[in-house]
């Protein structure tokens, strides 16, 4: 079974430089979820996809971030213009959402490490 | 709102010895609780998980966790450390009521593990 597939692993890029983060998550599941990790702020949720709408982007940090899911198994998360702040390592995870029920699991990829010279 | 308070962002145990790694939480809800682990360079992956059914929760690699309500915790223990242990552990709560499953994390603690 393969699990969430993030690309690319790493990306080195200058400041200015518009960044694109890809996602596949598990097949059949219809929650994506995308979250951020530094040492200074630990792990941030930044959106949260229920069957390809976004549900809660609260987290997204400011305009230059945008994230689509244009189906059902791929999303990306887009930083326009990158800053050197943006630099972190990026996960997106993977679940089924169970309504009322009890919650599920989520299934990480292994993670974007992303580095804003 | 929710929240999670990992007490001691690094543990250090020998091997052999007792690990505790504690988890306090804040819910206005009854709560789902998680505790992920992150292998250096890897993503998180599930250790165990309380949904409501018995308070101890056994996870893999012998690991189990505890749910408090009195107390709002939910540590972490395994008897005997391994150096396999050595990871970054991550207490997460879900707010059952709504849907999805939208987890607050911890700051994480790092845990290392001596010879």
């Known amino acids: 079974d393969a699990g969430v597939i993030q690309s690319p692993r790493h990306e080195v890029t200058e400041m200015g430089q518009e960044v694109t983060l890809r996602c596949k998550p598990i097949s059949g599941h219809n929650s994506l979820f995308w979250y951020r990790q530094t040492m200074m702020r630990g792990l941030e949720l930044l959106i949260y996809?229920?069957?390809?709408?976004?549900?809660?982007d609260s987290g997204m940090p400011e305009d230059r971030f945008s994230a689509k899911m244009p189906n059902a198994s791929f999303s990306t998360l887009k930083i326009q213009p990158s800053e050197p702040r943006d630099s972190a390592v990026y996960f997106c995870a993977s679940s089924i959402p169970t309504g009322g029920g009890p919650t599920g699991e989520l299934f990480f990829g292994e993670g974007s490490r992303l580095t804003v010279l | 709102a929710q929240s999670v308070t990992q007490l001691g962002s690094h543990v250090s145990v020998s091997e052999g010895a007792l690990v505790l790694l504690r988890c306090n939480y804040s819910s206005s809800v009854p709560p789902y609780l998680f505790w992920y682990v992150q292998y250096p360079n890897q993503g998180l992956q599930l250790l165990l998980k309380?949904?409501?059914?018995?308070?101890l929760v056994k996870g893999i690699n012998g690991f189990e966790a505890e749910f408090k309500k009195s107390e709002t915790s939910f540590h972490l223990t395994k008897p005997s450390a391994h150096m396999s242990d050595a990871a970054e552990y991550f207490c997460a709560v879900s707010d059952r009521i709504r849907a999805g499953n939208m987890l607050t994390f911890g700051g994480g603690t790092r845990l290392m593990v001596k010879p």
């Open positions: 996809f229920n069957n390809n709408v976004p549900i809660d």
């Open positions: 309380y949904t409501s059914a018995a308070t």
